[in-house]
């Protein structure tokens, strides 16, 4: 089956510092990638939607200054976590559609981010 | 996409049938039912989908009801690893956009 990556699968930073979280998809090309934030106990909060080759469209009270996407490349997303606060702390979650099957999502393994 | 109801949680003893119910009464004709599963700290996996036919696959069957305003995913034998929170999803397939997730159903199959 389709496989999405991401990494690092976790990460702890001093509060300021800026995290970069990779998604891969390995054995297909996805025109579009989600990503998706989840506090404990919370479900899946979607946070913004990234096109290869234009800027992403963010979801209603999420900052794009704050949480820079970049999707360079059909099989490459990147979320970069500037300034990062411990509210930040989240397991941040990534989802590709795959252009070859009409409507399929694939999700990566998630990134816990904690932030010190 | 259509709001969906589920149970917050339910139990299952292991090796029984876990039946998990959703409800999802506003879907529109070409909305399709995706059921994924999210076990602890990972991300979500896919399960099935369907659109009216009830469906099988080696993880589950889908269940759809002709009016199509509810399903039911059923695991046949439950195991211990199956242990999740079971998210009932509907979604236009052809409209390319997201999936939104509502609270799911936190399956606990228990020895």
């Not at chain 1, 510092?17 to 090309?29: A, G, N, W």
């Not at chain 1, 900052?63 to 490459?76: G, R, V």
């Not at chain 1, 300034?83 to 409507?103: L, M, T, V, W």
Request: proline share 4%; net charge neutral; glycine share 8%.
């Amino acid at each position: 089956g389709a496989v999405v990556s991401q990494h690092p699968s976790w990460v702890i930073c001093k509060s300021g510092t800026s995290v970069k979280i990779e998604c891969r998809s390995l054995d297909f090309q996805a025109t579009t990638m989600f990503w998706y934030r989840q506090f404990p106990k919370q479900s899946l909060m979607l946070m913004a939607t990234s096109n290869e080759g234009s800027k992403a469209t963010y979801e209603q009270g999420v900052e794009k200054d704050k949480f820079l996407i970049n999707h360079a490349s059909l099989t490459l997303s990147t979320l970069t976590v500037t300034s990062a606060h411990p509210e930040d702390s989240s397991f941040y979650i990534c989802s590709a559609r795959d252009r070859g099957r009409a409507g399929e999502l694939f999700f990566g393994e998630g990134s816990r981010l904690t932030v010190l | 996409d259509a709001k969906t109801t589920q149970p917050p949680s339910m139990d299952c003893a292991e090796g029984r049938a876990a039946n998990l119910p959703c409800n999802h009464s506003t879907i529109s004709g070409n909305e399709y039912v995706y059921w994924y599963r999210q076990i602890h700290s990972q991300g979500p996996q896919y399960i099935i989908h369907g659109l009216k036919n009830n469906e099988t696959n080696e993880m589950a069957s889908l269940i759809i009801t002709e009016d199509r305003k509810s399903s039911t995913l059923i695991l046949p034998h439950a195991t211990l690893r199956d242990t999740a929170v079971y998210y009932c999803i509907v979604r236009d397939i052809n409209a390319g956009n997201m999936l939104t997730f509502g609270g799911g159903t936190r399956l606990m199959v228990k020895p």
